[in-house]
């Protein structure tokens, strides 16, 4: 069975600050973690994935997440947040064909 | 363009009614998926769709049915839909699986009074 935690549900930091959203993930077999963005309104857009290799994988916007086997977790980071990043964050696991998506965080930045 | 489409946006339907909520992907994507979205609750698996008529239970299926005779066309059925199933409904489309992006539609609202 897959689970998705995702523990903080609100964070709010300050355009230019860096911010660190949280995912922790049980699955027993191969997995793929992946993160999503939700603007209000709007269906999901994928962010960036990782499946194996280098444990640091970076995707769009500036985004980067870490893979860490030994804190079962993927956890979403970006350097210099803009006002835009204002979104819902959720992180994925899947399988073959089950996608399990976590409860999301909610990114407010502030001007 | 790769896109995939809801229709309605938004719908309204009284206790009892049945719902055909609708999904199309111009992209020829094998899997496809329906999700509703609750407050805090995130996404929650309802159907997957591997393939023309090769359809699976997600984690809460109670209460729904899908169809799936073309594979750019995936469609969600409420039969005498309930005041519980209020919520946003979102259908997403991969390549092949879990590995490969999903890709979502903007959803549909459904409120059920």
């Known amino acids: 069975t897959q689970t998705v935690s995702q523990s903080d549900a609100h964070v709010t930091v300050f355009e230019g600050d860096s911010v660190e959203l949280r995912c922790n993930y049980s699955?027993?077999?191969?997995?793929?973690l992946s993160w999503y963005i939700q603007h209000h309104g709007h269906g999901l857009q994928f962010l960036l994935k990782y499946y194996s290799g280098n444990p640091v994988v970076q995707g769009v916007n500036g985004f980067e997440a870490e893979f860490s086997k030994s804190d079962s977790s993927f956890h979403l980071r970006k350097a210099s947040v803009h006002w835009s990043d204002s979104a819902v964050y959720f992180c994925?696991?899947?399988?073959?064909?089950?996608?399990?998506f976590g409860s999301g965080t909610r990114l407010l930045v502030s001007p | 363009d790769m896109k995939v489409t809801q229709m309605p946006r938004y719908l309204i339907k009284r206790m009892g009614e049945n719902v055909l909520l609708e999904c199309g992907q111009d992209m020829s994507h094998e899997t496809m998926y329906w999700y509703r979205q609750d407050p805090g609750l995130g996404l929650q698996l309802i159907y997957i769709?591997?393939?023309?008529?090769?359809?699976s239970e997600g984690d809460i299926p109670k209460g729904y049915r899908v169809s799936r005779k073309k594979r750019e066309h995936f469609s969600l059925i409420l039969d005498s839909a309930k005041t519980n199933q209020t919520s946003v409904y979102f259908c997403a489309s991969s390549l092949s699986g879990g590995a490969n992006t999903l890709y979502f539609g903007a959803g549909t609202r459904l409120s059920v009074l």
């Open positions: 699955y027993g077999g191969s997995i793929y």
């Open positions: 769709s591997y393939d023309v008529d090769s359809n």
């Open positions: 994925a696991v899947s399988g073959d064909y089950k996608v399990v």
